[in-house]
């Protein structure tokens, strides 16, 4: 069973920084992309950043210069550290993959979600 595995998160003070990590396990072949996205309390699923298989990373705007996306060992796990961080990156952070092929087939899935909390 494929499985996202997240670690990290936390409080931090504005201006801090944190990094936060994502496991994929199972039975796995390939996966097209690992990334982040983050929800904030009444608002919509954003992605913030993401790395694809050949190594190329996307970054949403309001994170370009401050967050660094790259993998964490493996092509099945990936970090993101946070750097200059403010209180709008207030959220939680869902780890994402894409098109993991796998004995399941070809699917994206979903981490659990961990929280980043920046406050004074």
């Known amino acids: 069973q494929v499985q996202l595995v997240e670690s990290g998160g936390g409080l931090v003070e504005p201006g801090g920084s944190l990094r936060i990590t994502c496991k994929a396990s199972g039975n796995i072949f390939s996966i097209g992309s690992m990334g982040w996205y983050r929800q904030a309390p009444g608002k919509q699923r954003d992605l913030v950043a993401r790395i694809i298989n050949d190594g190329a990373t996307d970054y949403a705007d309001s994170v370009k210069g401050r967050f660094t996306i790259s993998r964490d060992g493996s092509r099945n796990a990936v970090k993101l550290e946070m750097n200059s961080l403010k209180p709008e990156d207030t959220a939680v952070y869902y780890c994402?993959?894409?098109?993991?092929?796998?004995?399941?087939?070809?699917?994206?899935?979903w981490g659990q979600g961990t929280q980043v909390t920046v406050s004074s």
């Open positions: 994402h993959a894409a098109r993991i092929f796998s004995s399941e087939g070809l699917n994206d899935y």
